[in-house]
């Protein structure tokens, strides 16, 4: 038996007391009780406002036909993050994926997380969107764990992370070739080759082409142009974002992003070397102007799963 223990599917109706609608199931009990003791009149006014801004958001978005990724914060954070996100997705995205959930896969519990959301989608038939990350508050959820007491949340080491994004990469795909074409869509926000070139290579097996639009790729204005361009120019779908807004904010979230590439710098220096070597090589053979056609590829429905 399939049951949403989270349903608060009216949470974006506004007229109704949030006290009531956030409730959770107490396993010893098996009777509701509510997620937060006590509400304030001041902290209900200031819940609804925030609910009315991002309704707002999305209905607009929805309107000019364009997508919103709701970014991913701290463990304590996220999980009152993911199910507003996946009330939202229940609402706006009937018809195409036009809001986006973030799942950081420097968790332990990515995973699990992203297999019940796109199942919930499946059951209730709405679009899912989701945006892969790797995790950008590690040294911070480890303190806190440990002053806390309680199990560290995130991934032992670089290649647990690593192993654990790629195998939501390839549970995703696996998901898509399973459901109609256009119900899923996804963006790798990554700016790691490796995982790059792993995800073309599971979309090529899973027969997931470019002009499918069904994956996108997504990079930091300034970061990793030697993948973003010819990712580009073979005719997938990629975007470079930039952040912005008062310094004090935009800084620190520019500060996490250079602590997850701390190679940014040998990255830069290998960005002119290929870029050297491709101005000599088109010099050489008299192709100027080139540029590359994106590979062919079998639609979704006829290509098989792979074993």
């Known amino acids: 038996m399939e049951v949403d223990l989270l349903d608060w599917e009216n949470l974006l109706d506004l007229n109704r007391s949030l006290s009531k609608l956030l409730v959770v199931p107490n396993l010893k009990t098996g009777k509701l009780q509510p997620l937060v003791e006590s509400i304030s009149p001041g902290e ?8 009315r801004r991002v309704n707002t958001i999305a209905q607009y978005a929805q309107e000019k036909e364009v ?73 911070q959820e480890r303190e806190r764990a440990a002053s806390l007491g309680y199990e560290d949340p995130i991934n032992p080491s670089y290649e647990a ?41 599971k979309m090529k097996e899973y027969g997931i082409g470019p002009q499918d639009r069904l994956i996108c790729f997504g990079q930091l204005y300034g970061m990793c142009d030697q993948v973003s361009f010819p990712l580009g120019q073979a005719g997938y779908s990629v975007y470079k974002y930039t952040p912005y807004g008062p310094v004090e904010e935009v800084l620190p979230y520019l500060s996490r992003r250079a602590m997850e590439n701390r190679g940014v710098l040998a990255k830069v220096k290998k960005e002119k070397r290929l870029l050297r070597r491709e101005i000599l090589r088109r010099l050489f053979t008299g192709q100027i102007l080139y540029k590359p056609k994106p590979a062919q590829t079998q639609p979704l429905s006829a290509v098989p799963p792979p074993p």
């Open 67 to 139: 997508r919103i990724m709701v970014d991913a914060e701290q463990t304590y954070f996220q999980p009152a993050i993911r199910r507003l996100t996946m009330e939202m997705m229940r609402k706006f995205n009937k018809e195409r994926s036009v809001v986006f959930n973030t799942y950081q896969c420097y968790l332990k519990d990515a995973f699990d997380d992203i297999v019940v959301d796109m199942d919930l989608a499946r059951r209730e038939d709405f679009y899912f969107g989701a945006k892969l990350v790797r995790g950008a508050y590690m040294e």
């Open 161 to 201: 992370t690593t192993a654990m994004y790629h195998s939501v990469v390839e549970e995703v795909m696996r998901q898509m070739h399973m459901r109609e074409p256009g119900k899923m869509s996804v963006m790798v926000a990554s700016h790691n080759e490796d995982t790059i070139r792993y995800t073309i290579q």
């Open 44 to 51: 209900e006014k200031q819940m609804k406002s925030m609910l």
